[in-house]
C-alpha cells in the first residue's frame, strides 16, 4: 500500500474514533448511557480505546446499575493505563462489592487508602479486617419480611411515602408521554393507592395518577413529602418553564428542584417552586422533619463536600423559608448521598455510595438528629443489597414500611418492596426426669440463665414435668434444674437465626438418696494425701444439703482404696481420708453426732478381682476407689 494512503486511512480512522468519542460523551453527558455505550463500544472495537473510553464505559454501566459490565471495563482501564484517578478505583471497589467479590474489592480499597489518605468514602475501613463486607449480610436477631409489590410496572416504580393509609410513588407507566433517554422508559409520574390493612398483611387498590391537574407533567415528577396537616405537597421536578418545557443550563443540562402544592377540595393545585431552587444545580427529594419545621433535601450545589449532599433548611411561618445548611461530614461524604427520610422518632434514614457497603447504593440510619454524632450504620441485609437501595420508608412505631431497589428478579428497572420487622425468637423446652429410673420428675426448679450469669426467668414444672422458655436468636443460654436430694442437671443452648425454631433440652436430675445411701460423684484426693481438694469438697456439699434437709439423718462414711501399695499403708491412709471427710462435714455445720463413724477399709472390700500383683487397667482400679455414706437412720 502506498505509504500516504497509509498515513490517510489511519488519520481517517483515528478521526472517526475521535468523533466518535465525542459523540458518545455528548451522550453521556446527557444521561443517554445506553447509546453513550453502544458508542463507546465501537471505539474499542477499532483499537482506539484510551483511559477516558474506557472509565466512560464503566461509568455507563455503573450508573444503569450492570455492575458486572461496570467492573469489567474499569479493570481493563486499570490493567492497561497506571495513572487511572482514584475515583474509578473507587467505583470498581463498588462494582465487585455488587457482584459479590469482596476479596478483590478489599484489595483495591487497600490501595486506595494508601493513595487518598482522608477521603471520606473510607469511613469505617478497617484494611486488617478482611472480612468486613460479609458482616453487612450476616443475620442479626431481627427478621426482615420483605414483599415485591403487586403493583409493580415493568418500568421504574419506587419512592414510597404513606400518609392517611395512601401510599404515594412515582412510577413510568406507560403513557403517552416522551421516552427518557437514560433508560429508554416513560418520564415518571406521581400516583397514589389506597392501603387496607388485614390482620399483619396489606392489601392494595389499582393505582391512580395523583389527584390535581397541575402536578404530573410531560416530565419527571417524584419523591414527595406531606405536612402533618395534609395541606402541603413538597415533591421533585424536572425544571420546567411556564411553557411546560424543559430549561437547560449553558452545558445543555436540565436539573431538578423541589415544588409544593396545596390541597384544595381534594385536589392538588398552587403549585409553585421553592426559593432556593437554581437552574444551575439540582435540588430535590424533599423530607420533612416530625414538627414540619425543618426540611431536608438533596443538591449537588456548589461548595458541597461530595457528588450530591444533604442539606437542611429551616421552614418559617408565612411560607418564607431559611438558609439552606449542609448536614455536614458526619452525613455527607464525597460520593453521593441521596433519598433523605426522617422517621416520627427522628431518625434519619439516607441512601448512599460513599460509605462502606454491600455496593451501589446502600440505605443508612443516623441520629444526628437527636444530637448523636456517632457514625451512621448500614441497615445490612436484606435492605440493602449488591445493587441501588434507595428512598426508604418506616413507621417507627410498627416497624413497617418501604423501600425501593433494582436487585434481581424484580418487575422493572426499579421496585417498592414492603418490609416488616419483628423480633427473632425461639423456644427451649423439655422435661425433667429422674435418671436412674427415668421417669418424670415433677416440682422441679428449672432457671434460664444468659451469658453473664444473671438468671432471666424461673419455673416450677408441674406434674408433666414440662418446662418452656422464649428465647432470643443469636445467644447462648444455660438451663439448670434443681430438687431437693437430687444432683443438680444443667444444659447450654446457643440459638441460631431460625425464627420460632424450637430448641430441646431434657433435663436428667440423679437423686442423691438411694435407699440406704447418699449416692455422690467420687471424691479425689492428691496421691498419698488425705487432704480434701476443692473439687471433693464441691462433691460434699451435696451430703450437707442433704443432712441439712433431713435433721435427724444418721450416716456412717467408709473410705475404700485401690489394691496398689502395701496393704497397711492403705489401711491407714483410708481411714485419714475417712476423718478428713467427716472433720469436713462437720466444719459445715453437721453434728458430729450425726456422724456415727468414719472408718477406712483400705483394699479390705475391693468390688473386682483387682488385687495384689493383678494387672488391671486404671479404670478397674477407679472402681475400688471409692467413698461411701451409709444413712444409719432417719425419722422419714
Not at 144 to 157: A, C, H
Not at 338 to 364: A, Q
Not at 389 to 399: E, G, K, N, P
Not at 572 to 584: E, I, Q, V
Request: hydrophobic fraction near 30%; charge should be negative; include cysteine.
Amino acid at each position: 500500500m502506498n505509504t500516504r494512503i497509509l498515513v490517510i486511512t489511519l488519520f481517517l480512522i483515528s478521526s472517526l474514533s475521535y468523533s466518535q468519542t465525542k459523540l458518545a460523551d455528548k451522550f453521556f453527558e446527557n444521561y443517554g448511557y445506553v447509546k453513550a455505550i453502544e458508542l463507546y463500544e465501537k471505539v474499542v472495537e477499532k483499537g482506539k480505546a484510551d483511559a477516558h473510553v474506557l472509565t466512560r464505559l464503566g461509568d455507563a454501566y455503573y450508573n444503569n446499575s450492570n455492575s458486572e459490565k461496570a467492573a469489567y471495563w474499569y479493570q481493563k482501564a486499570l490493567d492497561e493505563y497506571s495513572d487511572i484517578d482514584a475515583e474509578y478505583i473507587y467505583k470498581y471497589i463498588q462494582s465487585l462489592r455488587s457482584i459479590g467479590k469482596y476479596d478483590e474489592a478489599d484489595k483495591w480499597f487497600k490501595e486506595l487508602s494508601a493513595a487518598q489518605q482522608g477521603d471520606s468514602r473510607l469511613k469505617g475501613y478497617n484494611p486488617d479486617e478482611v472480612d468486613i463486607y460479609s458482616k453487612l449480610t450476616t443475620k442479626s436477631d431481627i427478621i426482615v419480611t420483605i414483599e415485591n409489590l403487586p403493583f409493580n410496572s415493568e418500568n421504574s416504580d419506587f419512592g414510597s411515602y404513606v400518609f392517611n393509609d395512601i401510599l404515594y410513588y412515582a412510577s413510568a407507566k406507560e403513557n403517552e408521554k416522551k421516552v427518557y433517554s437514560w433508560n429508554k422508559e416513560p418520564f415518571l409520574d406521581l400516583f397514589q393507592i389506597s392501603i387496607t390493612e388485614n390482620n399483619d398483611s396489606f392489601s392494595y387498590d389499582s393505582p391512580s395518577e395523583i389527584k390535581g391537574e397541575n402536578v404530573n407533567t410531560d416530565y419527571h415528577e417524584a419523591s414527595i413529602a406531606i405536612t402533618n396537616d395534609g395541606k402541603t405537597l413538597y415533591f421533585t421536578r424536572d425544571n420546567i418553564n411556564k411553557r411546560n418545557r424543559l430549561q437547560y443550563d449553558k452545558e445543555g443540562t436540565t436539573h431538578l428542584k423541589i415544588y409544593k402544592a396545596e390541597l384544595v377540595n381534594g385536589q392538588w393545585t398552587n403549585v409553585e417552586e421553592l426559593p432556593f431552587n437554581d437552574d444551575v444545580f439540582s435540588t430535590g427529594h424533599p423530607a420533612l422533619s416530625p414538627d414540619n419545621k425543618t426540611l431536608y433535601f438533596v443538591s449537588d450545589r456548589e461548595g458541597g463536600i461530595g457528588q450530591t449532599d444533604i442539606y437542611s433548611v429551616d421552614i418559617n411561618n408565612g411560607d418564607t423559608y431559611g438558609e439552606p445548611k449542609n448536614l455536614g461530614e458526619k452525613i455527607n461524604t464525597e460520593g453521593r448521598e441521596m433519598f433523605p427520610f426522617v422517621s416520627n422518632d427522628n431518625t434519619l434514614y439516607f441512601s448512599s455510595d460513599g460509605y462502606l457497603n454491600l455496593g451501589l447504593l446502600d440505605i443508612f440510619k443516623s441520629n444526628i438528629l437527636k444530637e448523636d454524632r456517632s457514625e451512621p450504620k448500614n441497615l445490612g441485609a436484606p435492605y440493602n443489597s449488591g445493587y441501588d437501595d434507595f428512598a426508604f420508608y418506616v413507621d417507627s412505631t410498627s416497624q413497617k414500611g418501604y423501600f425501593s431497589s433494582n436487585r434481581p428478579n424484580g418487575k422493572g428497572g426499579d421496585d417498592i418492596y414492603s418490609f416488616n420487622t419483628t423480633q427473632c425468637k425461639q423456644t427451649i423446652t423439655g422435661v425433667t426426669k429422674d435418671e436412674k429410673w427415668d421417669i418424670i420428675l415433677p416440682e422441679v426448679t428449672v432457671r434460664l440463665i444468659d451469658e453473664t450469669g444473671k438468671v432471666i426467668e424461673e419455673v416450677i414444672t408441674g406434674a408433666d414435668g414440662i418446662y418452656t422458655f422464649e428465647i432470643d436468636c443469636g445467644k447462648t443460654y444455660t438451663i439448670v434444674g434443681t430438687k431437693p436430694d437430687h444432683k443438680d442437671d444443667k444444659k447450654t443452648t446457643t440459638t441460631d437465626f431460625d425464627n420460632e425454631k424450637v430448641n430441646e433440652a431434657d433435663l436428667s436430675l440423679i437423686p442423691l438418696i438411694d435407699f440406704s445411701q447418699i449416692v455422690i460423684n467420687p471424691i479425689f484426693f492428691d496421691f498419698d494425701k488425705s487432704k480434701i481438694r476443692t473439687d471433693a469438697q464441691y462433691e460434699l456439699e451435696n451430703i450437707v444439703d442433704v443432712m441439712r434437709r433431713h435433721k435427724s439423718m444418721i450416716i456412717k462414711i467408709e473410705s475404700h482404696t485401690d489394691s496398689r501399695g502395701r496393704d497397711k499403708y492403705n489401711l491407714k491412709l483410708s481411714d485419714r481420708r475417712a476423718k478428713s471427710t467427716r472433720d469436713y462435714l462437720i466444719s459445715r455445720g453437721v453434728e458430729a453426732n450425726r456422724i456415727e463413724s468414719a472408718i477406712g477399709y483400705g483394699e479390705t472390700q475391693l468390688l473386682n478381682n483387682c488385687g495384689n500383683r493383678v494387672k488391671c487397667t486404671e479404670e478397674e482400679h477407679q472402681v475400688n476407689r471409692r467413698s461411701y455414706f451409709y444413712i444409719i437412720s432417719e425419722d422419714n
